[in-house]
């Protein structure tokens, strides 16, 4: 009977908790459409037991309205560190994408994490592409709900010659195509040149009046920092470099690429 009460004081406090950090995030007259509706308990319970600062109980809240994530998927999306991926990958943006899409936020990662196509190693971009559409729906959790899939080795014509994008996407949100080219070894700088070219192809014979310029992610296995720096300094286009894990993040490493990127930049930690 003492342990059942612990464990209902327990709830209670936890309760609690949620009950006032939320609070805090909105006005009361706007109660009834705050996440303490939104979310079942299991969900705010899972976040609150995960989550270490109020920053990232209020995104996994926000993400979990926005993506509709079952408790299941919630508990996947805390252990692959979404948090920290989006804000790293917010902090990093290309100025090319903030032109483009003034006011973005959250839509990328830095990293991607494909652990559930059970890859081998090493393994082909033939592999790597074929897993990623036979696992689709779990792809797309990773990407973001608002992610449409568009097509395989999307054919776009230049000159005389056809090119084939490895997967196109269209973002609900954003209003644009998202073209990924994949690529099983590290990052070169070569690799930006020919995306480049299919952003052009999409922008001039793909894209609908009323949409926004077409967006590229080149998804590599490894990348160098610094040559990433010097290859996106003058690259027009709005694209992004990332890279794809096939096993969990070690999540202290996140947080400590996180802490020193915010603090190379002068901001305190998100």
């Keep these: 009977m003492s342990t059942l009460l612990t464990q209902l004081q327990s709830i209670e406090n936890q309760q609690n908790i949620i009950v006032s950090t939320v609070l805090t995030q909105f006005k009361l007259s706007d109660i009834r459409k705050t996440a303490l509706t939104k979310l079942s308990w299991s969900h705010h319970l899972t976040i609150m037991s995960r989550c270490k600062s109020e920053e990232e109980r209020i995104f996994y809240i926000n993400q979990s309205i926005k993506e509709s994530y079952s408790v299941r998927e919630l508990d996947r999306q805390v252990s692959s560190s979404l948090f920290e991926r989006v804000m790293i990958g917010n902090a990093k943006l290309p100025a090319s994408i903030k032109e483009t899409h003034p006011g973005i936020i959250n839509v990328f990662r830095d990293t991607y ?6 890859l081998p190693e090493p393994h082909s971009e ?10 689709m729906k779990k792809f797309i959790l990773e990407l973001g ?4 899939f568009a097509g395989e080795e999307y054919r776009v014509q230049v000159g005389y010659r056809d090119f084939f994008i490895d997967l196109l996407f269209y973002h609900r949100g954003l209003q644009c195509l998202v073209a990924i080219e994949l690529k099983t070894d590290r990052f070169e700088p070569e690799y930006l040149g020919k995306l480049n070219l299919y952003l ?3 922008d001039r014979d793909v894209k609908k009046e009323n949409e926004k310029p077409s967006i590229g992610i080149l998804l590599c296995k490894d990348r160098d920092a610094e040559l990433v720096e010097y290859a996106l300094s003058r690259n027009l286009s709005p694209t992004l470099i990332a890279e794809y894990n096939t096993w969990l993040p070690d999540k ?11 603090e190379n930049d002068g901001i305190k930690d998100a």
Excluded: M, R, W, Y
């Design 252 to 262: 202290k490493i996140l947080q400590q690429k996180l802490h020193e990127l915010f």
């Design 145 to 148: 709900k608002d992610f449409l």
């Design 200 to 202: 052009e192809a999409l």
């Design 126 to 135: 033939t592999e790597l592409k074929k897993g990623l559409i036979s696992q």
């Design 113 to 118: 994490i494909v652990d559930f196509l059970n």
